[in-house]
């Protein structure tokens, strides 16, 4: 059954099922046009560069208030603006207009999503205390404590020093952030704040205006799609990119300003097409052709290497109608007007993306072969659309039934206390929350058939860490669609999922490179920080514990003098960060185990003494974590700079260097694991080094000199060379050559391969 044949049985189904079968109308009921869209119906901000009195800047404010709030609570608003206006006199933008022109537009935008009088208040105080030096209690007084929190919630942290103007910047999002998550009032205040920031750019330098841009991109235009405030996204977007790249930004308005002229019949002949069939199955909706954003424009052209023409080739409408129903009747109507393109339709009322937007979306072949895209969507849908969670923000209120909206919303804004909970510093705080603003989603379920949403390119994984912080912690792989998977698979829109775990299993740390969602990545930190670092402190303690037995020395209490200074003379700050250290392989117990005898060498009195005894017994070989004890290379596999390491601890002998594959030392460290500890290369090390091959070669006359010439024009010696079978045809023959690292040797064995009596090399690792 073709697409057609679906839309037209979809129509009749329809139309005939008795709970949703409506009267129809009259063939000549009226489908509004409403004009193009434009990308944001936030009213422009006003320029003020002289206002003569407070109540002339003021009225047209109170004006716009009189119409949904009470007389006493504008009268409250005033009052607070009369506060800041006092607090901010003679300061100036750098616009060169009075600073209180700024909160004053701010709490303008505030006022067009309608937010209560408390809200309104806190906007027309945001800045006082940063700038103003205002007390919080000043402004829980003489206001209410409700509109101090919200003012103290946007509060920069300027006075605290940090090491970094980036990690200022961090601590202050995660507190804006975590006040956001008690009350979303905040964040919506902010956003009107950026907003208007953004539209007076022109008073600030160009590096610095770009600068807020890619802020204003990569952090509050993420958290504005991520609460459906659509329109606030496409200004962010459109005044981020004219501030960021002005000569492109001017260039396309000006393309578009062209093409208008020449897409205008094409437009009219679709909208004239979609009006004369919809009234004929009852439908009376709207019917709005959508412009591109210019920096939708520019972002398709960059990211799918297409020409301004080629972006432009999509037309662009939406239909709003009353109810459910007739959102499906009118897809089955577009879908019998023009032909489908397979693969272009998505049902996000069916499931909605994670911002709570709902529509359906479809792309048809239109006349002359253009394609044109169409969304459909109720008049409630459409308001969730465009405003988000502006349209109804949430209140924590006892009696208060929650929209699927407002639900999304608050599950978000909680997990962000998650988030915050189990994470070290504020610039990792803003990472994690940053994987989290993503824009789109994938939809798996769990074997029940519960819709989970996360982000693309989400793992099994993520979607563990989303059921339960334990269900993640044990997680050893996954059941996708009945089969068994590994746990990085890439989940997909559909996919069932069932996650297996065990008691025993614990987070890897290699997680971290293929995880998708913030409270994953927080929850494997927090993990190997907290759990692995007490294991890894049982483990050093115990591996010590051992080496302090073979030197006949029973291990001291943790109370014990002899600690604190052995922690000093390490360069450790305490006891257990010597045993951490231990026990992930960053100290040697052996070592730190001769420092508690009397006497010893080891023993430093400063991290001078301790350079200089490490430079000193070091001064043949340079290995990583050594902490002055000798070293040797095994013979058996003759590491170089680049291979793999591990090394034992023998009494008397110190550290024995091995490749971490090498044969003998696998049987060894089966035996003894408790002697292995991981070694690497020290970077400053510049030094050749033997290695061991072995050739198998036509024993032919000159066969020798050819290895030999090919040896030296890859720039290596050969030390030693040894031919056991020297009468054989095919002879065997072990070769010990210099070289500086594994690249080199790479690039000696390439060399040698050029010989044609060759037959086969490899590279002696183990006793031969």
Same mark, same amino acid.
């Given at each position: 059954?073709? =697409?057609?044949?679906?839309?037209?049985? &979809?129509?009749?189904?329809?139309?005939?099922?008795?709970?949703?079968?409506?009267? %129809?109308?009259?063939?000549?009921?009226?489908?509004?046009?409403?004009?193009?869209?434009?990308?944001?119906?936030?009213?422009?901000?006003?320029?003020?560069?002289?206002?003569?009195?407070?109540?002339?800047?003021?009225?047209?404010?109170?004006?716009?208030?009189?119409?949904?709030?009470?007389?006493?609570?504008?009268?409250?608003?005033?009052?607070?603006?009369? $506060?800041?206006?006092?607090?901010?006199?003679?300061?100036?933008?750098?616009?060169?207009?009075?600073?209180?022109? @700024?909160?004053?537009?701010?709490?303008?935008?505030?006022? @067009?999503?309608?937010?209560?009088?408390?809200?309104?208040?806190?906007?027309?105080?945001?800045?006082?205390?940063?700038?103003?030096?205002?007390?919080?209690?000043?402004?829980?007084?003489?206001?209410? +404590?409700?509109?101090?929190?919200?003012?103290?919630?946007?509060?920069?942290?300027?006075?605290?020093?940090? +090491?970094?103007?980036?990690?200022?910047?961090?601590?202050?999002?995660?507190?804006?952030?975590?006040?956001?998550?008690?009350?979303?009032?905040?964040?919506?205040?902010?956003?009107?704040?950026?907003?208007?920031?953004?539209?007076?750019?022109?008073?600030?330098?160009?590096?610095?205006?770009?600068?807020?841009?890619?802020?204003? #991109?990569?952090?509050?235009?993420?958290?504005?799609?991520?609460?459906?405030?659509?329109? =606030?996204?496409?200004? $962010?977007?459109? &005044?981020?990119?004219?501030?960021?790249?002005?000569?492109?930004?001017?260039?396309?308005?000006?393309?578009?300003?062209?093409?208008?002229?020449?897409?205008?019949?094409?437009?009219?002949?679709?909208?004239?097409?979609?009006?004369?069939?919809?009234?004929?199955?009852?439908?009376?909706?709207?019917?709005?052709?959508?412009?591109?954003?210019?920096?939708?424009?520019?972002?398709?052209?960059?990211?799918?290497?297409?020409?301004?023409?080629?972006? =432009?080739?999509?037309?662009?409408?939406?239909?709003?109608?009353?109810?459910?129903?007739?959102?499906?009747?009118?897809?089955?109507?577009?879908?019998? &007007?023009?032909?489908?393109?397979?693969?272009?339709?998505?049902?996000?009322?069916?499931?909605?993306?994670?911002?709570?937007?709902?529509?359906?979306?479809?792309?048809?072949?239109?006349?002359?072969?253009?394609?044109?895209? $169409?969304?459909?969507?109720?008049?409630?849908?459409?308001?969730?659309?465009?405003?988000?969670?502006?349209?109804?923000?949430?209140?924590?209120?006892?009696?208060?039934?929650?929209?699927?909206?407002?639900?999304?919303?608050?599950?978000?804004?909680?997990? #962000?206390?998650?988030?915050?909970?189990?994470?070290?510093?504020?610039?990792?705080?803003?990472?994690?929350?940053?994987?989290?603003?993503?824009?789109?989603?994938?939809?798996?379920?769990?074997?029940?058939?519960?819709?989970?949403?996360?982000?693309?390119?989400?793992?099994?994984?993520?979607?563990?860490?989303?059921?339960?912080?334990?269900?993640?912690?044990?997680?050893?792989?996954?059941?996708?669609?009945?089969?068994?998977?590994?746990?990085?698979?890439?989940?997909?829109?559909?996919?069932?999922?069932?996650?297996?775990?065990?008691?025993?299993?614990?987070?890897?740390?290699?997680?971290?490179?293929?995880?998708?969602?913030?409270?994953?990545?927080?929850?494997?930190? @927090?993990?190997?920080?907290?759990?692995?670092?007490?294991?890894?402190?049982? $483990?050093?303690?115990?591996?010590?514990?051992? +080496?302090?037995?073979?030197?006949?020395?029973?291990?001291?209490?943790?109370?014990?003098?002899?600690?604190?200074?052995?922690?000093?003379?390490?360069?450790?700050?305490?006891?257990?960060?010597?045993?951490?250290?231990?026990?992930?392989?960053?100290?040697?117990?052996?070592?730190?185990?001769?420092?508690?005898?009397?006497?010893?060498?080891?023993?430093?009195?400063?991290?001078?003494?301790?350079?200089?005894?490490?430079?000193?017994?070091?001064?043949?070989?340079?290995?990583?974590?050594?902490?002055? %004890?000798?070293?040797?290379?095994?013979?058996?596999?003759?590491?170089?700079?680049?291979?793999?390491?591990?090394?034992?601890?023998?009494?008397?002998?110190?550290?024995?260097?091995?490749?971490?594959?090498?044969?003998?030392?696998?049987?060894?460290?089966?035996?003894?694991?408790?002697?292995?500890?991981?070694?690497?290369?020290?970077?400053?090390?510049?030094?050749?080094?033997?290695?061991?091959?072995?050739?198998?070669?036509?024993?032919?006359?000159?066969?020798?000199?050819?290895?030999?010439?090919?040896?030296?024009? +890859?720039?290596?010696?050969?030390?030693?060379?040894?031919?056991?079978?020297?009468?054989?045809?095919?002879?065997?023959?072990?070769?010990?050559? %210099?070289?500086?690292?594994?690249? @080199?040797?790479?690039?000696?064995?390439?060399?040698?391969?050029?010989?044609?009596?060759?037959?086969?090399?490899?590279?002696?690792?183990?006793?031969?």
């Amino acid at each position: 059954m073709g =697409l057609k044949n679906v839309s037209s049985s &979809l129509i009749h189904a329809l139309r005939e099922s008795s709970p949703f079968r409506r009267k %129809q109308k009259a063939p000549s009921s009226p489908v509004a046009t409403a004009p193009e869209f434009n990308s944001s119906d936030i009213p422009p901000s006003k320029s003020v560069s002289h206002y003569n009195s407070p109540d002339e800047l003021i009225a047209p404010l109170l004006e716009q208030l009189r119409a949904y709030l009470p007389a006493h609570e504008v009268s409250q608003v005033r009052q607070a603006f009369l $506060f800041a206006e006092k607090a901010h006199t003679g300061q100036m933008r750098s616009s060169g207009e009075p600073y209180i022109t @700024h909160p004053v537009a701010v709490t303008e935008i505030c006022a @067009h999503w309608k937010l209560d009088a408390n809200a309104l208040m806190a906007a027309l105080l945001h800045d006082v205390i940063e700038d103003q030096d205002v007390k919080k209690s000043e402004i829980a007084e003489r206001f209410n +404590a409700d509109v101090a929190d919200l003012v103290d919630g946007l509060t920069k942290l300027e006075r605290i020093k940090f +090491a970094s103007k980036a990690e200022q910047q961090a601590e202050s999002f995660r507190k804006m952030l975590l006040a956001t998550a008690k009350d979303v009032r905040v964040i919506l205040i902010k956003l009107a704040d950026r907003l208007h920031n953004m539209r007076t750019l022109g008073g600030v330098d160009a590096a610095k205006a770009r600068r807020v841009s890619s802020e204003t #991109l990569d952090i509050y235009a993420q958290i504005a799609n991520r609460l459906g405030l659509n329109n =606030l996204v496409r200004e $962010f977007e459109d &005044l981020a990119f004219e501030a960021y790249y002005p000569n492109r930004y001017k260039v396309l308005k000006k393309a578009l300003e062209n093409a208008h002229g020449s897409r205008r019949n094409l437009f009219t002949k679709i909208t004239d097409n979609i009006r004369a069939a919809l009234p004929a199955y009852g439908i009376e909706g709207k019917l709005s052709s959508r412009e591109k954003t210019l920096y939708s424009i520019h972002k398709k052209m960059k990211e799918q290497h297409k020409s301004f023409s080629e972006v =432009l080739d999509i037309y662009g409408f939406r239909i709003i109608v009353n109810t459910l129903t007739e959102c499906y009747i009118v897809l089955g109507v577009l879908h019998q &007007l023009y032909r489908p393109i397979p693969g272009k339709f998505k049902d996000y009322i069916a499931l909605p993306k994670i911002n709570g937007y709902q529509s359906l979306h479809t792309t048809l072949v239109g006349p002359y072969g253009a394609p044109i895209e $169409f969304q459909i969507r109720t008049t409630h849908m459409d308001h969730i659309a465009e405003e988000g969670v502006a349209s109804h923000w949430l209140y924590k209120t006892e009696d208060m039934t929650l929209s699927d909206l407002q639900k999304q919303t608050h599950r978000w804004l909680q997990s #962000l206390l998650d988030i915050q909970s189990q994470t070290g510093d504020s610039s990792e705080f803003l990472d994690n929350v940053k994987v989290d603003l993503f824009p789109d989603a994938v939809y798996v379920l769990t074997p029940k058939g519960k819709i989970i949403s996360l982000p693309r390119g989400a793992t099994p994984v993520d979607f563990a860490y989303s059921i339960h912080t334990k269900i993640g912690n044990h997680a050893v792989s996954a059941i996708i669609n009945g089969e068994a998977a590994p746990l990085k698979t890439t989940l997909v829109s559909g996919d069932t999922v069932e996650i297996i775990t065990s008691d025993k299993a614990e987070p890897n740390l290699q997680w971290l490179n293929f995880v998708r969602t913030g409270k994953a990545r927080s929850e494997i930190r @927090h993990y190997l920080r907290t759990v692995n670092l007490e294991e890894s402190i049982r $483990f050093g303690e115990k591996l010590l514990r051992q +080496a302090l037995q073979d030197l006949n020395i029973p291990m001291p209490e943790r109370e014990d003098e002899l600690w604190a200074k052995i922690a000093k003379e390490s360069g450790a700050k305490n006891i257990d960060e010597i045993l951490t250290d231990i026990g992930l392989g960053r100290r040697l117990a052996s070592v730190v185990a001769r420092r508690f005898l009397i006497g010893s060498p080891l023993i430093a009195t400063s991290a001078m003494d301790i350079d200089e005894i490490s430079a000193a017994h070091a001064s043949q070989i340079l290995i990583q974590g050594n902490e002055g %004890q000798s070293v040797t290379l095994s013979s058996c596999c003759s590491p170089i700079p680049g291979d793999n390491l591990i090394a034992a601890v023998r009494p008397g002998y110190g550290l024995i260097v091995h490749t971490d594959d090498c044969p003998v030392a696998l049987a060894q460290r089966a035996k003894e694991p408790e002697r292995w500890v991981p070694v690497g290369w020290d970077k400053d090390y510049n030094k050749h080094l033997s290695t061991r091959l072995l050739l198998t070669i036509e024993n032919v006359k000159g066969v020798i000199g050819r290895i030999a010439a090919q040896i030296a024009s +890859a720039d290596a010696n050969i030390v030693q060379l040894n031919m056991p079978n020297e009468l054989s045809e095919i002879a065997n023959i072990q070769l010990t050559v %210099q070289v500086e690292d594994r690249k @080199h040797l790479a690039a000696v064995i390439r060399a040698i391969r050029q010989v044609p009596q060759l037959r086969k090399i490899t590279r002696i690792k183990g006793n031969v």
